[in-house]
């Protein structure tokens, strides 16, 4: 089925983690209202215990669609992905749980973003997968993550007011408490 026929528009896979409840809760305040999005992982129990938290954020939450994937079933990964525009996943370590699904989402057709920090990783995935992504028309986006995104806007930030014509070596700081 193309990609805009489908079901939903986002799935939050590992939705029950840190990062994922973290995005769970974006979502359900601030997503616009015409976004049909769904929390998907590996415990079902775990998923619905997370959507009745989620409607104390926001009571439309209580129509979030669960869906149920687990990295060892590539069967799953293959139907979470047939299901929506793009799987949005948190589930890490990368290097050892994320492949199958970016095979899923190249396969059909999904866009995916992740949050992983791991080059290896992206590395590989664009070995393997990158051609068939291209044929099917998904975009494999990685490194959406706190770790990538303001280093990465502040180079291209920083590049608008330096000289194109000279060689440039950038770093990056950042500065937190918690
Ligand atoms: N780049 C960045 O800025 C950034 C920021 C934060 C985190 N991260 C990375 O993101 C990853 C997640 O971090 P976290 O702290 O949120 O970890 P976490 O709390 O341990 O969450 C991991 C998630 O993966 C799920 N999971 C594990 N094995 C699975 C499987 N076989 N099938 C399906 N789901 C599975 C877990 O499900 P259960 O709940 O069922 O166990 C859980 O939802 C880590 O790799 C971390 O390094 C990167």
């Given at each position: 089925?193309?990609?805009?026929?489908?079901?939903?528009?986002?799935?939050?896979?590992?939705?029950?983690?840190?990062?994922?409840?973290?995005?769970?809760?974006?979502?359900?305040?601030?997503?616009?209202?015409?976004?049909?999005?769904?929390?998907?992982?590996?415990?079902?129990?775990?998923?619905?215990?997370?959507?009745?938290?989620?409607?104390?954020?926001?009571?439309?939450?209580?129509?979030?669609?669960?869906?149920?994937?687990?990295?060892?079933?590539?069967?799953?990964?293959?139907?979470?992905?047939?299901?929506?525009?793009?799987?949005?996943?948190?589930?890490?370590?990368?290097t050892?749980?994320?492949?199958?699904?970016?095979?899923?989402?190249?396969?059909?057709?999904?866009?995916?973003?992740?949050?992983t920090g791991e080059p290896e990783f992206v590395d590989r995935?664009?070995?393997?997968?990158?051609?068939?992504?291209?044929?099917?028309?998904?975009?494999?986006?990685h490194c959406?993550?706190?770790?990538s995104?303001?280093?990465?806007?502040?180079?291209?930030?920083?590049?608008?007011?330096?000289?194109?014509?000279?060689?440039?070596?950038?770093?990056?700081?950042?500065?937190?408490?918690?």
């Amino acid at each position: 089925m193309p990609a805009h026929d489908r079901e939903l528009d986002v799935a939050l896979f590992g939705a029950t983690g840190f990062t994922g409840q973290l995005v769970a809760g974006y979502l359900a305040e601030h997503a616009p209202p015409e976004l049909r999005w769904a929390i998907a992982g590996r415990d079902l129990p775990k998923l619905q215990a997370l959507r009745q938290i989620l409607t104390q954020v926001a009571p439309s939450a209580r129509d979030v669609p669960i869906m149920r994937a687990d990295v060892n079933d590539v069967g799953s990964l293959s139907e979470l992905a047939a299901r929506t525009r793009l799987v949005a996943s948190t589930v890490g370590p990368f290097t050892e749980y994320g492949g199958p699904l970016v095979a899923a989402c190249a396969d059909r057709g999904t866009d995916y973003v992740d949050i992983t920090g791991e080059p290896e990783f992206v590395d590989r995935m664009w070995l393997e997968h990158h051609q068939r992504a291209q044929q099917t028309g998904a975009r494999l986006v990685h490194c959406c993550g706190f770790e990538s995104v303001p280093s990465d806007l502040g180079a291209w930030w920083t590049l608008q007011h330096l000289p194109t014509d000279v060689s440039i070596e950038m770093r990056a700081y950042v500065q937190a408490q918690g």
